[in-house]
């Protein structure tokens, strides 16, 4: 049973740059999430998907995020022109059925906007 | 908004030593969790807590679900090097597929273990 996978584990880019990345849950999980984390801190709630349908969006999530997760399957988070403060990783998680309180993650993707 | 606080921040032990952290809040949750992250990597689930009062056990890991449903505590015991990393505990509202699923993560408690 493989787990959250996520690519590409790091990413430097220029500020201004567009970047996104995917993540693929665990099979047969159909809540997937996203969370940005910085250093210092715990992991911020960004968006989540029950299937295909985007359910809930933070405050965090600013008009140049958008996140997809198209047939309910891998999910992709797009950043568009991105800025220093974005440096951040980005998390991953997915749950299942009864037990959708038990989020696993991913192993994150750092981002560095310089 | 809703807000954790995780104490202590950091904690040095001894190896064998066992540990005790805490998580508390100002609002109520219906589902404590708790995760080890290590370095460069995501969080790892430890133990899920679901009803006031409950208590827990993974391992060498006791994790209890307050009573008020604003605080948990987690436990290590016989603490060993590879327990070195940072504890998250997180919250969650929602309830019976009513109202938000996402988590609250506290700051963190960083362990470190002296061989």
């Known amino acids: 049973d493989t787990g959250v996978s996520q690519d590409p584990r790091h990413k430097i880019t220029k500020r201004g740059q567009n970047v996104t990345f995917r993540c693929d849950p665990i099979?047969?999980?159909?809540?997937l999430y996203w969370y940005r984390q910085t250093l210092g801190q715990g992991p911020e709630f960004l968006t989540y998907?029950?299937?295909?349908?985007?359910?809930?969006k933070s405050r965090l999530l600013s008009d140049r995020f958008s996140a997809e997760r198209p047939k309910g399957s891998f999910s992709t988070l797009e950043i568009q022109r991105t800025e220093q403060g974005d440096s951040a990783m980005y998390l991953c998680a997915s749950s299942m059925g009864q037990f959708h309180y038990e989020q696993y993650f991913g192993p994150g993707t750092r981002l560095t906007v310089t | 908004g809703q807000q954790l606080n995780q104490s202590p921040q950091s904690m040095f032990i001894q190896e064998g030593e066992d540990v005790s952290m805490n998580c508390t809040s100002s609002?109520?949750?219906?589902?404590w969790l708790w995760y080890k992250q290590d370095p460069g990597e995501g969080p790892v689930l430890l133990i899920a807590l679901y009803k006031a009062g409950e208590l827990t056990s993974n391992g060498r890991l006791t994790a209890q679900f307050g009573i008020t449903r604003k605080d948990s505590f987690l436990n290590i015991s016989a603490s060993i090097p590879s327990d070195v990393g940072i504890y998250f505990c997180a919250g969650q509202s929602g309830y019976s597929g009513a109202g938000s699923y996402q988590l609250t993560f506290g700051k963190g408690t960083k362990l470190s273990v002296i061989p």
């Open positions: 609002s109520i949750f219906n589902t």
């Open positions: 099979s047969e999980h159909n809540r």
């Open positions: 998907f029950q299937n295909e349908a985007q359910l809930e």
